[in-house]
């Protein structure tokens, strides 16, 4: 593993007097930069290939929910929503209201086994990879269970059309299971899970499920897995953290060759934390990092993270104290979950042996924790964003 490979959102609509898209030359200049580009506007496409061929350039679609009319601003490129209507494809309360995704109040809650539905998206998903060459299907709000807490302000949870009862959890999974088998066909699928860290809708909580869309997909995205929010990132308990660092770490070893990425807004203000506690995770050769949310430039000190050649993890993490670290062929790096607070140390090569006649010096990590280490005089520099960073040796 040389520099991390980088991920970013460049196109959200379709139409692009209905965004802030970028202009060609803007995304030419952007193309060598990046490994992973999502976008629903298709021009882009052929923008970033002609610049970087070996980049994944995967179409945006919200498996989840359709877009209702023009609230919050927003138009719905297609006007789907009057089609999803006629075909009984949005699912109702047992009031006979649609369920509204509170998050997002342009969306409504589709039904994921509505034969028209999924003949819609299987076309969709075919037609815009063959016209316009796109890699992979990026399927936004691909979630492990039902997202009950999500998607109503105080209502019900959705009727199951087939039964007419309330939509159980495993009847909700094996709906969203049966979209995906039928509308893949050939196609890669990357699948959005929306972790939130131990929201009741994330992979901690359904581990199972988690394992079976893996399976069914050619990868998924990590969103959030240390929280969505400055505020959950900050009440999330240690337990919480390393349960979830456990359960990433397991479904890389066991899926190696699915494709894996790792997003999270809430680390624009904790990003050392966020991006030191996925490489305690991570595993293979095929994966990348995204930066914030959609159009959002990464930091110069986000891409000095990513620019580093870490080499290949020859460990998995250990645990010292209060402190995790992980050696790599070229860095160390350490996360203290406890304070949030994490720290690179980049090596050249296998650390040297310290002679008995010469006193190590003792290293700072966190609050009142210390971590022997074997290096002399290495100055430490503390950023904005509460990182200890150990400079290179020699």
């Known amino acids: 593993m040389s520099s991390i490979k980088r991920a970013i959102t460049v196109g959200y609509w379709q139409d692009q007097s209905l965004g802030d898209l970028w202009t060609k030359e803007e995304i030419q200049e952007l ?51 009057p089609h999803f209507v006629e075909n009984d494809a949005v699912l109702k309360d047992v009031y006979g209201d649609y369920l509204i ?24 998903i075919r037609d815009t990879i063959e016209t316009y060459g796109y890699d ?15 998607w109503h302000y105080g209502t019900p949870r959705a009727i199951n059309p087939r039964t007419g009862l309330e939509y159980t959890l495993d009847e909700y999974h094996a709906d ?16 959005n899970g929306i972790n939130q860290a131990d929201s009741p809708w994330g992979y901690l909580a359904n581990a199972s499920r988690a394992e079976s869309l893996i399976n069914a997909t050619h990868g998924m995205m990590i969103e959030g897995p240390w929280g969505w929010s400055l505020s959950d990132f900050n009440s999330r308990s240690v337990d919480t953290w390393k ?4 359960l990433l770490a397991q479904l890389m070893r066991n899926h190696p060759n699915k494709f894996q990425d790792m997003t999270n807004p809430s680390a624009i203000n904790n990003m050392i934390f966020a991006f030191c506690s996925f490489m305690l995770a991570v595993s293979g050769d095929n994966w990348s990092m995204k930066y914030g949310s959609w159009r959002q430039l990464e930091s110069e000190e986000w891409q000095t993270l990513t620019n580093y050649n870490y080499g290949k993890p020859l460990e998995n993490y250990q645990i010292n104290g ?25 090596t050249e090569g296998p650390p040297p042996t310290p002679t008995p006649s010469v006193a190590l010096p003792v290293i700072m990590i966190g609050a009142g924790l210390t971590m022997n280490n074997p290096l002399i005089g290495i100055p430490i520099l503390l950023t904005g964003a509460g990182l200890y960073y150990l400079q290179r040796r020699g």
Do not use: H
């Open 176 to 191: 969203v299971m049966g979209l995906i088998n039928y509308v893949k066909g050939s196609y890669k699928i990357v699948f």
């Open 322 to 346: 209060d402190v995790c670290s992980r050696k790599f062929e070229y860095a160390i790096i350490y996360v203290n979950p406890f304070t949030k607070q994490a720290g690179i140390e980049e």
């Open 136 to 150: 992979a299907i990026f399927a936004d709000n691909v979630r492990p269970r039902y997202p009950d807490a999500s």
């Open 243 to 246: 349960a979830n660092v456990d």
């Open 31 to 81: 193309a060598p930069r990046y490994y992973r580009f999502t976008t629903r506007y298709t021009p882009q496409v052929s923008w970033i290939k002609e610049i970087n061929p070996d980049s994944l350039v995967m179409y945006y679609r919200n498996f989840e929910g359709v877009y209702y009319g023009t609230e919050s601003g927003l138009t719905n490129p297609w006007n789907e929503f």
């Open 101 to 124: 995704n509170s998050s997002f109040p342009i969306e409504r809650l589709v039904d994921p086994a509505n034969p028209w539905y999924r003949e819609y998206l299987r076309n969709l």
